[in-house]
């Protein structure tokens, strides 16, 4: 079982509609959590971190579920430039496991 | 305030040969990680080193591969004898201090290495 698991999708939407992405995680002890987003053939770039408290920034909402090791990102209003693969990371010790990624396109 | 610096940008190597992909981290950042990704597939962790110290390669093939992180100088992430499967992109990334402490990543362009 991988550590970190992601719908790869991919997610195809309408400008304008809501989309949500889910993402689990197999060990426990994570101690910090993340969603990145990846363009084609570029660096991953830190969209938001993601706390137990769930947090918003604009039309984006993080959530984290630690007794499920559930991880969830809504994108509201979506934009064409909102298309990209969406990384789920956790942290643990000395390094950060990344998910796969879920592709977004969104069209006009 | 330059961001995470990587060069080549594209390494074009046949089968054999050795691959040295360099990795400046941002200004003040002294933890650099290596992660390699493959086609539609996660980045997969390789090398996580401070200033003059491997801390943990777990993630890093037992032969062929090795890094460093010199006192002055970029951090070198060398491949020896280049086989076809060790085409990916490198990306490395530099943080303030460890990620255990909740540290955030910051990744610099990948190197595209394309083995003939």
């Known amino acids: 079982r991988k550590e970190v698991e992601q719908d790869p999708g991919p997610f195809n939407v309408p400008e304008g509609a809501t989309v949500a992405f889910n993402c689990t995680y197999s060990?426990?002890?994570?101690?910090?959590f993340f969603w990145y987003r990846q363009d084609c053939r570029k660096e991953p770039k830190l969209l938001m971190s993601?706390?137990?408290s769930g947090n918003e920034d604009g039309r984006f909402t993080a959530q984290l579920n630690r007794a499920s090791q559930y991880i969830s990102l809504l994108i509201r209003d979506s934009k064409l430039s909102d298309s990209a693969t969406y990384l789920c990371?956790?942290?643990?010790?000395?390094?950060?496991?990344f998910g796969a990624g879920t592709r977004l396109t969104v069209k006009p | 305030n330059a961001g995470v610096m990587q060069n080549p940008r594209h390494l074009v190597r046949r089968r054999g040969q050795e691959a040295r992909l360099r990795c400046s981290p941002m200004?003040?950042?002294?933890?650099v990680y290596w992660y390699r990704q493959l086609p539609e597939e996660g980045l997969k962790f390789m090398v996580y080193?401070?200033?003059?110290?491997?801390?943990?390669e777990s993630g890093m093939p037992k032969e062929r591969f090795s890094a460093e992180f010199p006192k002055e100088g970029p951090s070198i992430l060398r491949i020896q004898q280049v086989v076809r499967g060790d085409s990916a992109a490198y990306f490395c990334?530099?943080?303030?201090?460890?990620?255990?402490?909740?540290?955030?990543?910051?990744f610099g362009s990948g190197t595209q290495l394309s083995v003939l």
């Open positions: 990334a530099s943080s303030p201090g460890q990620i255990k402490t909740g540290e955030k990543l910051f």
């Open positions: 060990n426990s002890a994570s101690q910090s």
């Open positions: 993601v706390y137990s």
């Open positions: 990371v956790v942290s643990r010790d000395n390094d950060m496991r």
């Open positions: 200004k003040g950042h002294s933890h």
């Open positions: 080193l401070q200033k003059e110290n491997i801390i943990d």
